[in-house]
DNA sequence: TCATGTCACTAGCCTAGCTAGATACCTTCA
DNA sequence: TGAAGGTATCTAGCTAGGCTAGTGACATGA
């Protein structure tokens, strides 16, 4: 939880100070943009703490939380969950995923049930109170961002969706490389 | 990595259904709607691929990664960073941190150095290749969010701050709770 | 100066990953 | 049709990275 000492103001790091005498703004517009990165951090921070905070709180690790919401939102789809679907979207194994399906069960939060159609496989059931209390919480916060969004006018909804965009691109295809 | 079948359209999730009603916007709008939170969950889910990347090409894992940022970024700083305040930020024990300070030491990251002033402690030093390539990557990272940031004007930005600081508000503070 | 607090460390435990291999079942094709 | 090979889950046993409890060296305040 948290990183951060929130110096990573460019004008402080000696080897971004080429960026920002490059961007040529002025120091009032510099101090903006950065205030848009900090306010980014922040927004990951405040997610990051409120998911930790269900987790404590249903007593799961952060797999098993992702593990359950996987397996909820298949079945409000109509998909048969299997373990190996569930590995696979976890990234982790077929054997760590019995482990966790072993976790999940003796919780009392999902029950295998044998596979309709494939006698090898097992399909896995949310049992009722957790898909009610699971649903009940991401629905919370979900209308919570859907407010906020709802609440922007459609050209400042077109900003944020461009800039977020924008930066999920940037993170993910280019100069990919190193460290820290 | 990657949670989300990004089936938490509201019209689709039924208990979402009376948020998308109250909400009295036509469905162009709240299709643009969804599309920001979309875009939110995708630049996350972006950033959290990054870096793991970079973890993984380090060979280090999350908590060492943060470990190393903490230590560099207080040593830019000119303090001395101790075992005792890694562990604090990190928010682990100190068993766990002189483990951890172990790891990165074997790993040639960092050294021990007798503490100044206090001959019970120990102050941390991270190697000059470790430090170059982490500046490099945070460096590099850094800059290409700054640059997006600096394409925007002066109005984008603040409708960006505005609804990034609204939004970790929300998850912050008010009726937290249960589940998934 | 001496009692108490604080620092890093050691020892030993637990959880949640992993790989390898077992078992049961499915599928394909000669 | 039946044999070979592929696939799904599970078991066994390992490792990494957390934890608590306790130690020894040092700091500090009465």
């Known amino acids: 939880m948290s990183d951060d000492p929130s110096l990573f103001d460019p004008r ?3 080897p971004a100070q080429e960026i920002v005498s490059r961007s040529g703004l002025d120091d009032a ?3 903006q943009v ?6 980014l951090r922040l927004w990951r921070e405040a997610d990051e703490r409120m998911s930790e905070a269900s987790r404590r709180y249903m007593k799961l690790g952060a797999t098993d939380m992702r593990a359950l919401r996987f397996i909820i ?8 969950v299997t373990p190996g679907a569930i590995a696979a ?3 982790i194994s077929t054997a760590s995923t019995t482990k966790l399906l072993d976790r999940l069960a003796a919780a009392g939060h999902i029950r295998r049930l044998p596979h309709p159609t494939d006698r090898r496989s097992v399909v896995v059931e949310v049992l009722d109170e957790t898909r009610r209390a699971a649903r ?3 629905g919370r916060s979900h209308a919570r961002r859907f407010d906020l969004a709802a609440a922007l006018t459609r ?3 077109d900003v944020v969706i461009r800039f977020l ?3 999920a691109a940037t993170e993910d295809d280019p100069s990919r490389d190193s460290a820290a």
Not at 34 to 39: M, P
Not at 73 to 80: H, M, R, Y
């Open 165 to 167: 965009r924008d930066l």
């Open 155 to 157: 050209q400042q909804r």
């Open 12 to 14: 402080v790091l000696d």
């Open 29 to 31: 517009e510099i101090d």
């Open 89 to 91: 979207h976890l990234g």
């Open 34 to 39: 950065v205030e848009v990165l900090r306010s």
């Open 136 to 138: 009940d919480s991401i």
């Open 73 to 80: 939102v298949g079945l409000e789809n109509g998909e048969a």
